[in-house]
């Protein structure tokens, strides 16, 4: 029973399974939270202080950026301070050179009261907390609204805004404003306030301080740029990978609707077929064993054609999956070409086709997996024959080359051209030449042919001429008494969803009996009856 919407169900007589055609693709899903997550993320570039900086802000832009600022803030401009108390005792304004002093120390503090706690919350308010202090005092023995500590007030609201959050920010410059309103209300007031240093450094003093505001706020400037050039890079390499994401969906978008096709089309001519030949049995009031027979291989043939497109892609599937155990030991290779040869015959012969088997006695054996090896060969020889016109030559010669057994499957087909070989080894690829007697192509064999190779360390390349054929040669290591390697399925990934496991056993199970029909019958698979 066969029924061509979406989901698609079968059942071949007892054995029957249903699935979403969807659940066959293989490459719409995110492997893992960490890889959608790496996706979005920037890689964080090393800077200097970044030791200060907890591993959990790493993680988050905002916490970055922020806390560089503020470790940065406390080690530079904490050593400016100390610097800067140098010049007071130096003018000899003792109570101004230790009160800075002091408010540069508290400040270099800071970025190790992040790197304890990492919390940016706290630590603003330190800074917050020290300048007010700071400068408060500072102005109170330099001569108050009088003074040239006063105009520093200034910068307070600047380094709230840079260092803490909005709120955070806002009560600092808050306060900051109070203070200069309580400073210009007592000198309205005429109260008076200390200058405890000697009159004839004033001059000196004030001009030491505006110099040192001038080169404070530059420094306060340079410490944003950095940090907006810091982000603008990381943005533009979050933006070149969300590019790379891009294009990568583009090509999901293009496999996906080529999917869609083959479903549309390469399912629906044999599906007509088996439902036309099944109506027309249906009709027959006494339909003899000859109709019967000549039916069923019809039927027969075009479900070979659904089932052979359905395995195509649940191979491809089970290698993206990581789902493919290979086993790589001594892999005689005669012997299989032999019956494959064996098993394609009828084919070639049907279409005229002569089908060559060159290889000679004491042939080399490969280091691979036997089953992949088959698999390869036979998509290989599959596509061979389907693309050589009538009374063409498809041959297979195996060799040796240096520590290398070499498969060459040849043809006398339409050949392709250089930029269509670029494109052969693609998922759902289909080029110019087309099948010349009607066959089905998918356009996975050469992709699932690649995987397979390359999994068995070696390589396969095309040698082709347009109009002159073709040459595909499987390079695969020479046994040499190596030991046997296993390569296990990915635990990761699990089975298909949606009844594809039973659905994959089912095509198993047919495949299995229609080799063992086809080799009691001599090779001709087209007497072989559906299970049931």
């Known amino acids: 029973e066969l029924s061509c919407g979406f989901p698609l169900s079968v059942r071949f007589g007892p054995v029957s399974s249903s699935f979403s055609l969807f659940s066959l693709f293989p490459t719409f899903s995110v492997k893992s939270e960490s890889q959608a997550e790496s996706l979005s993320a920037a890689p964080v570039i090393p800077q200097p202080l970044d030791g200060f900086l907890p591993e959990s802000f790493k993680q988050d832009e905002e916490s970055l950026r922020r806390g560089r600022l503020q470790v940065r803030f406390g ?288 042939a080399p054996e490969a280091f691979a997996d036997p089953d992949a090896v088959r698999q390869v060969i036979d998509h290989l020889l599959s596509n061979a024959i389907k693309f050589t016109e009538p009374e063409g030559s498809v041959w297979i010669s195996l060799v040796l080359a240096a520590k290398e057994v070499v498969i060459e499957v040849s043809d006398t087909g339409p050949g392709l051209s250089r930029e269509e070989q670029a494109q052969l080894w693609g998922k759902f690829v289909r080029l110019s030449p087309q099948p010349t007697g009607g066959e089905n192509s998918v356009g996975l064999g050469l992709w699932i042919v690649k995987r397979l190779v390359e999994a068995m360390h070696g390589r396969v390349l095309c040698r082709s001429v347009e109009r002159g054929g073709s040459t595909f040669i499987v390079r695969l290591p020479l046994w040499m008494e190596q030991e046997e390697i296993i390569v296990q399925p990915t635990e990761e990934t699990g089975g298909f969803e949606d009844g594809a496991p039973a659905f994959e056993r089912l095509i198993a199970d047919i495949q299995e009996r229609a080799e063992a029909k086809a080799r009691a019958t001599g090779g001709k698979s087209e007497d072989i009856a559906l299970p049931g």
């Not at 260092?163 to 808050?174: C, D, P, Q, V, Y």
């Not at 200390?194 to 110099?211: C, F, H, Q, V």
């Not at 706020?217 to 979050?238: D, I």
């Open 75 to 362: 080690v530079y401009g904490g050593a400016m301070a100390v610097v800067y108390s140098a010049l007071f005792f130096y003018l000899i304004h003792p109570w101004g050179g230790a009160i800075v002093a002091l408010s540069g120390l508290a400040i270099m503090a800071v970025p190790w009261i992040v790197q304890k706690t990492g919390n940016l919350s706290l630590a603003g308010h330190v800074y917050g907390s020290v300048l007010m202090i700071g400068l408060t005092a500072l102005c109170a023995v330099s001569g108050g609204l009088q003074g040239s500590a006063y105009a520093w007030m200034a910068a307070v609201p600047a380094c709230a805004l840079l260092l803490m959050n909005l709120r955070g920010a806002l009560i600092w410059s808050g306060i900051c404003v109070a203070v200069v309103i309580t400073y210009a209300a007592l000198d309205f007031a005429q109260v008076g306030f200390l200058k405890l240093y000697p009159p004839e450094t004033e001059n000196m003093i004030e001009a030491a301080g505006s110099i040192a505001l001038v080169l404070f706020l530059a420094f306060m400037a340079l410490l944003f740029e950095k940090s907006r050039v810091e982000a603008f890079e990381r943005l533009q390499v979050a933006n070149a990978k969300l590019a790379v994401v891009n294009r990568e969906l583009v090509d999901l978008n293009r496999q996906k609707n080529e999917f869609l096709n083959i479903a549309a089309n390469d399912l629906k001519n044999p599906l007509s077929i088996i439902c036309d030949y099944a109506d027309l049995l249906k009709e027959l009031e006494s339909p003899t064993l000859e109709d019967i027979q000549g039916r069923a291989t019809d039927i027969l043939r075009s479900g070979t054609v659904m089932l052979d497109t359905i395995r195509n892609i649940l191979e491809v599937r089970r290698i993206e999956d990581g789902r493919v155990s290979l086993s790589q030991r001594r892999c005689d290779l005669a012997g299989p070409i032999a019956e494959l040869i064996l098993r394609y015959e009828p084919s070639a012969e049907e279409k005229g086709i002569n089908l060559d088997n060159t290889i000679g006695p004491n």
